[in-house]
């Protein structure tokens, strides 16, 4: 288990100049210049461009660019941005409050989405599984975009329940509502593969011996089914958690949260790569590591599974 | 069976173990059970051996032709698709014949559900927009379905170093951004000039296989120690044929879950992807299209939203319970007995 | 500024006051709660997050701009009309439009207290013009004499000939040309001094600067991309002394998320309606809006570069399509009637502006007309079979897909050609479509005033190789009449012959000119006497907190 452990961090080193290679070369390729861009359509005098060029390295091929950036993350130095900040400053502030955001949405998933899974599953075809169905589709058909807007509109400002944006510092109890509209179409993948577990296991063998021993219906369900059916959920929580962390562009602009979405989202609409890159790079690191966890959660509910 | 059981004694008198004679009770439990000679166990036992034995697949399919869920789904799924192929005949109005005379206006003869801001017939478009949205829901599951099952299955079950890199190469990809990716990929040669739904499918199959990836290496890896896999190898399988004929089948069940959802939240994307000028060209038609194009008004307007994602949902469900339909049908074991 | 979790169950309005008050340390404990405004109370109001450092001469955007003119004064300013005042300056002279004497008001200082001198301006202006500071702004100084040499790729130059300090209050100012709107220019953001203590660290100045406008930065106010605090600056001497405690710039992504927070007086001012309330907005803030025109319109452009449009033939369509857009309709369907439609190339704010002028038909919805030029058009060089005719947009900002669809839908019902928006998903991109000259079709286009003059609506845009003449227009008659018009006497006399140019333009459409943009605001509950100057930002020193 430990070398599995430690194996998988040495995965971590090609894994992350690749993705940065890639990510890198994905900002390369896409069109448009971002020294034109910042002048924003005004007239901008030859020498200020040459000069802006480069400043940021624009004027180099791709390779060198890449490689000046290499350098320059050996020294811990992510880089600046058109704005003349450092990359490392703005993902410090932005980072935080992501990773809130996306720890609220995945405890949403994961509480309402098990719970009423099991209870969908248990009573499969009853009405509470034909509600949670068609509110799933409700989820699935409407974008996040609709949704969070006349939620937003709804509970933040009709009836005042919550203040209808986050403010600057994010703290947790403004993040419940955004959290909310981002944590619903991962909630309906969840509840439903928890329900098609719970309904596959509930005729297992183990089971029937299970209620047979005459244990209590709960502790069945729970410490029985429950254990055996998480191993999809769990799986799709942890790529649900490497996604909520690359940040929600629509959601949080909706709600005006300070975090990784937005700044993606602007740095790529400038073709900023010294931001991407390093948004992409921790987000890498952060996937490899919910993978591991995931695996490591494998074995724990499924003893037949070992690592070596 | 049980009428046929005459009720006989002899044979299954409780007989009540030495050690614990002392604390049972005297009530005598009586269990009927028939002579072996007289139950008609022979004829149901006389399995027909001429017929070659059902494969897991055409067991499936005849389970599966008689559920209600399938059937109801089935025929849900061949109305889309008509409407899809042939949307004149279900709307007469040219859904690209718009005015701003009509902008916003309320229903009225010939026009049911009134019109866009646009001044387009909201019927019309999302008749029309049928085939897109079927299109980039459908073939972007089925891609994501071959590269991520196929990725995904062949990293679970064989672990170690090609797990390394197959699902290392997931990371990768699900670390990038998908509105990057999409600007790139609607910039190469081949797609700057003609884009189409399948420049969309192949941009949200890039960005969206790890996902399928990850629930199928989850399953296999759940599956491939099972005692049914060991089994099957024990008896010679490869194991190879062992992961395709055994493995994998008994894997789906999250699969098709995730599946069914994936190919709505597709059709959604790809009104994201629109929405930021990196979708369809506005000349195609397709609910995403549409739906985005109604946010600003969904306050005084909400109808020009409603229908598509109305058309969206009940396609979305149809290939839910398709896919609920087809999983009770490969496990066995959720069968009614 | 930030809310706790406590003080939020006191109400927003009252934890406005204590939080901002606080942060703000001006209030001197003194009248908080008196009634009919409250002139020792911070507002807040939108903003987004500066995309420069807060250079004068490197602010070109509106997220750092609204800043720069509140804690920055310059030699003018703009009143509420958009009339110049002498703000700094105490007089500034010419006999020739060429030869500038400026002299600054005596006793005035920054808000650290170094007084402001003639060198600041001079240096200050210096260091925007060089090469070598890459400031974006540069080309304002382009008009100096000397401008070329700083300006020249590599110059280590850092010194205009053309500027020159005569005593403490007075410099002169060489144009290498005469320009008579020149005056009119010196309150833009680009003109502002900058104190000695800048030049130290101007990395460090560029997130802290000390201006000398009526606020200040608060200490530590900058806080990236959540908000931005200005206090007044209690040394500041000009006409438009705060009314207020101070202005929280609160930094959004987008202005519906903003609309949301006015609606619950979350925040007090916005200054941008979203499209989702253009709808709504009269009635969500009853008594408590404003919808007036500012100094920008909105264009399309159709190069000259384009086959199909060059010679009499292209003139011809240009008007055709001109006349095949039915403007009002836009504005009342799509824009609920929040504009209006444009008669000429400039602004109804301006001074000089004359909505009738010779040639404007060409600006009104005739669809036979236009059916008949197109018509006469294919006469002489017929329009390619099944060429659509594309408008290019980046559609990253809200509302340009609606009118453009819009617009593409009427030309191809009057003109029975194939007309659609052509989208592009990020600014940049078709910023360098724009540049590089690829364009196949028309594209979206508008203009926003630096300063209130005609001229900045017509030489930047159409002058024979001008910076921003998108579609390579080239009228040696339009140039010759600029010119003439650069060189009156006096600025009421440029704007006459500056209407003769457009009389030029009007015939030549090498823009079609669509509306005139106008500015809708909303404010909150907790505010009053909020207005909108002539460039359409809210006079955020005049606004009272209730």
Redesign the interface.
Known sequence: MVMFTLRRFLQLVPVFFGATLLVYFLVFA?????I?????????????E???RA?YNLDQPFWIQYGLYLKNLVTLNLGQT????DVS??IG??YPVTARLAIMALAIEAVFGVLFGVIAGLRKGKLFDATVLVASLVVIAVPTFVLG?VL??VI??QL?WA???V???A?W?ELILPALVLGLVSLAYVIRLTRASISENMNADYVRTATAKGLSRPRVVVVHILRNSLIPVVTFLGADLGSLMGGAIVT?????V?GVG??LY?A????ESATVVAVVGILVIVFVVANLVVDLLYAWLDPRIRYV | MSEKLTPETDLTKPVIPAARQGKTSSRVIEHFVAPLEETPLAAIDNVDESEAPLSLWADAWRNLRRQPLFIISALLIIFVLVVAFLPHLFASVDPTS????D??EGARAGHPLGFT???CDVYSRMVYGTRASLMVGVFTTLGVLVVGGIMGALAGYYGGWIDAILARLGDIFFALPLILGA?VV?QLPAFRDNRSVWTVVLTLVIFGWPQIARITRGAVIENRNADFVTASKALGLSRFSALVRHVIPNSLAPIIVVASISLGTFIVAEATLSF???GL???VMSWGNDIA?A??????NPGVLLWPAVALSITVLSFIMLGDALRDALDPKARKR | ???S?TSKALGVAAVLAMSLTACGGTSGGGNTGAAGGNTSKAITANGT?????LLPANT??VGGGRVMDLIFAGLVSYDVHGKTVNELAQSIETTDSQHYTIKIKPGQVFSDGTPITAKNFVDAWNYGAA??N???N??FF?PIKGYDKV?????TLDKMEGLKVVDDTTFTVDLSAPESDFPLALGYTAFYPMPESAYKDI?AY?QNPVGDGPYKLAPGGW?????ITLIPNDKYKGPNKPKNGGVTF?????P???Y??V??D?LDVLDQV???GL??FKTDFKGRFVNQAYAGNATMTIPSYLPEFKGEAGQMRRQAISMSI?RQ??ID??FYGNKKVATEFTSPVLDGYDGNLPGSDVLKYNPTKAKELWAAADKISPWPAGKVFTITS???GAGN??YI??MA??IA?TLGIKA??N??????????L??SKKLTGASRAGWQADYPSLQDFLG?LYGTG???NDGDYSSPAFDAKLKEGLAAKSVEEGNKIFNQAQEILLKDLPVIPLWYQAVQGVWSNNVTNVQFGWNGVPLYYNITAK
């Open positions: 896409t069109p448009g210049d971002p034109a861009a910042l002048s924003g359509g005004k007239p901008m005098a030859p020498a200020v040459a000069a802006l400043q058109f704005s003349g900040q400053a703005v502030r932005a807007f937003q509109l933040g400002v005042g203040r209808p944006t403010s600057g510092a703290p109890d949080e602009g909706i709600f005006n300070p937005n700044l602007k790529i609409q400038k073709g | 718009c005015s701003l005379n902008s916003s801001l646009q001044g600007i609607m930021l000028g990196i060209p506005d000349t194009a946010q600003p008004q969904v306050r005084n | 500024m930030r809310f979790r997050e500066p995309q420069n450092p070109n955007e090469a070598k890459a400031q974006l540069s080309y382009a300006s020249a790729p590599k110059s990395k560029g806080k990236h991309d959540t908000s609160t930094l959004y992504s987008s519906d998320a903003a949301t927070d609606q619950s979350n979203p499209p989702s709808q709504n039915n309709q836009i369907k799509i980046n559609i990253d897909k609606e669809t819009a839908n009427q019902t659609q928006l989208p592009i998903a990020t600014f940049k991109q078709s910023r360098d724009i540049n930047p001008a910076g921003s």
